[in-house]
């Protein structure tokens, strides 16, 4: 009898978290150049024009919401995927078909992507100000949280797809290799191509959900805001991926890491035979 340990349904969002307070300056800076009209500014200047103009704290702006999205999208996916996984991976007494985490990853991610608009509407909004009163967007209505909602699930899929899915596969492949074992150093390079993978699924849906969330009604949906963006040039669907790669990309590596040092002191003891 051998014993394993799982991850509790809230470590996800609890990673997600702790990952988000470092990558947040970068997530700024990437929703700053995704709401460029032209490309004016790359990523340095970007930075630099935010610091000069509201200092080294504007860096900081709408950590608060961040943390929120967080809570509320990150803790749904990874809460959906981990319970299933899990449950089917004992009843099969082995892990799951990859093409099963797809779907599940597909299922978990869209789920959480429509929990978490509300958070991630005033996340979005508050990286484009300083300060702004919680009150005005139930002002806006309550129809108005939940803008570009179906931007955000089917973005929220796409994601958690490269992700989780990609970092249980490569997880998985480098330890049958016998090379390398369940270590920090297995978790980095599983977490590094899971990064690689969901920058890539998700840039194009990233930058219209972007769009949309801070538009002020001038989209009438989101084949107005493809049209839209579209005049811009094909490379304006991929607008900011050098900093979405530099934000999610450490992003996804400190939430695994974290997720498993969690899952190993923390998690819920199994017993296999």
């Not at 016998?178 to 150093?185: A, E, F, H, K």
């Not at 400190?254 to 969690?262: A, M, R, S, W």
């Amino acid at each position: 009898m051998a014993e394993r340990r799982v991850s509790r349904w809230y470590f996800g969002g609890v990673a997600s978290c702790g990952a988000a307070c470092c990558t947040h300056p970068l997530d700024l800076i990437k929703v700053h150049l995704q709401t460029q009209q032209e490309v004016k500014m790359r990523m340095v200047g970007m930075a630099m024009q935010v610091v000069r103009s509201d200092g080294v704290i504007a860096l900081y702006s709408g950590l608060s919401a961040s943390l929120c999205r967080q809570l509320s999208y990150s803790m749904t996916r990874f809460a959906i995927y981990d319970t299933v996984r899990n449950t089917r991976g004992s009843e099969q007494k082995g892990p799951m078909p990859f093409y099963q985490k797809v779907l599940l990853g597909a299922f978990g991610g869209m789920t959480g992507g429509f929990i978490g608009t509300p958070a991630d509407m005033v996340n979005v909004r508050l990286h484009k100000i300083t300060y702004i009163r919680p009150v005005s967007f139930f002002v806006e209505g309550l129809r108005k949280l939940f803008s570009g909602a179906s931007m955000a699930s089917s973005r929220g899929a796409l994601v958690t797809v490269g992700q989780l899915p990609c970092y249980d596969q490569a997880k998985q492949l480098i330890l049958s290799t016998g090379v390398m074992t369940d270590n920090v150093l297995t978790h980095f390079l599983a977490s590094l191509i899971a990064g690689g993978c969901a920058t890539v699924l998700c840039q194009p849906l990233d930058v219209m959900k972007t769009r949309l969330m801070n538009s002020k009604g001038e989209y009438r949906g989101v084949i107005h805001c493809v049209m839209d963006t579209a005049k811009l040039g094909l490379m304006a669907f991929y607008k900011g991926l050098v900093p979405a790669g530099i934000r999610l990309i450490p992003h996804t590596v400190l939430t695994f890491i974290v997720l498993e040092q969690l899952r190993l002191y923390f998690g819920i003891r199994v017993i296999t035979t």
